[in-house]
């Protein structure tokens, strides 16, 4: 079998991939190994609105929340609380949106094969795709593209994938005493590298823990203790993931490239890898369009220098951010979120940060800089150094 592009994996970054290339007229095969789409579902579901709206996906028809509100807590209990006033983001039903980008991709032409593994991948002048399942032997197609997740099998067989840890994720839906247009963050040294959350959704609650280290079924158990007064009955749906913590070597080799988790796009402050992996998959989607056109197969190039040029700097400089916020103790998280909710930090968090794109938070803390290391202390100042982000050219953030 041949193809113009063949997609590994049918999740929301390969099947919108797959989606824009088949509606240029191109045949497009997209391999899922699951047997539905959308199943099984491991993800809080909030997305920026604004970033939605940017993309055209029809996320609003598949909210069963929207966010006006955020509520960030240290690990003593100081509350950062941030309300613009109208609607940021929106809680998802994953498993329906899922499926809608599924649908979108089949109406576009291309062809879903479910219940399909990718087993084995190798270049022959052009990638060849190795399959299992309900669909089995080879396929051959001009550009593969590698969706398949942070784990990504066509990642590590071609030879992109570099050191690759994950942030660990346990997240349990339950009835509980929550605002609907509130979410919630938890800070602490329980969640090194993320954090934990409540997140209504529906009539119920979203309750999940993410860290790099360690347990995160311990972190989990530890705020749903925290929590006890507040929830009602027992647990639910109990659901486990991994979000990628390091990059790939690179994000394409000849003909073959990676996009969503597979290639690390995801919001390194907060793990939400949707309005990234949409979006590099436009771009991706538009490269290969332009190669399979009649191109010379260099014109791919030009997926991974748009990345660089739209994302580049918000990844770098997010990851930073990140790598000192999993270096601080309790008592700085308490410290740091004890600052940034004093009135003028604060205001200016609420004027200049955005939902989808956190360098531009990044800017307001480092413009207020001499009054974090105060608050912090001169530890918190070394680290900042040690991580490269004292004396960063604020240019563009």
Known sequence: MRKDLVVVGGGPSGCFLAEKVARRGFEVLVVEEHERIGKPVSCAGVVGMRGMRELGVGAERFAL?????????????EVLELDRGRVEALVLDRSAFDRHLAERAEEAGAQLELGTR???????????????GR????????????????TSLVARKSGMMGRRRFIRCVQVEMRAETEPDTAEVYLSSYAVGLFGWVVPAGEVARIGMGSLKGDPGKGLRHLLRL?????????????????????PRRILKGSTLLVGDAACQVKPLTGGGLYLGLSCSLLASRAISVFLEGG?????????????????????????MR????????????????????ERLRGEILCRADFDYHSSLLGVLLGNLPHL????GPRALTRMALKGMIGLDLKGV
């Open 227 to 247: 929590l006890s007064p507040r929830l009602k009955g027992g647990p639910g749906r109990l659901s486990f993931g991994l979000i990628p913590y390091d990059p």
């Open 135 to 150: 669909r089995q032997g080879e396929v051959r197609g001009k550009v593969l593209a590698g969706a398949d997740g942070p």
């Open 373 to 376: 290391v105060t608050s912090l």
């Open 118 to 132: 990718c087993l084995e991948v190798r270049e022959e002048g052009t990638p060849v795709v190795g399959l299992s």
């Open 296 to 320: 010379h197969p260099s014109l791919l190039r030009l997926y991974p220098r748009e990345v660089e040029r739209r994302f580049g700097r918000e990844l770098r400089w997010g990851r930073r």
């Open 65 to 77: 929340n929207r966010l006006r509100r955020g509520l960030i807590f240290s690990p003593s209990g």
């Open 323 to 342: 790598e000192l916020l999993s270096s601080l103790s309790d008592r700085e998280l308490d410290a740091l979120v004890r600052t940034m909710a004093e």
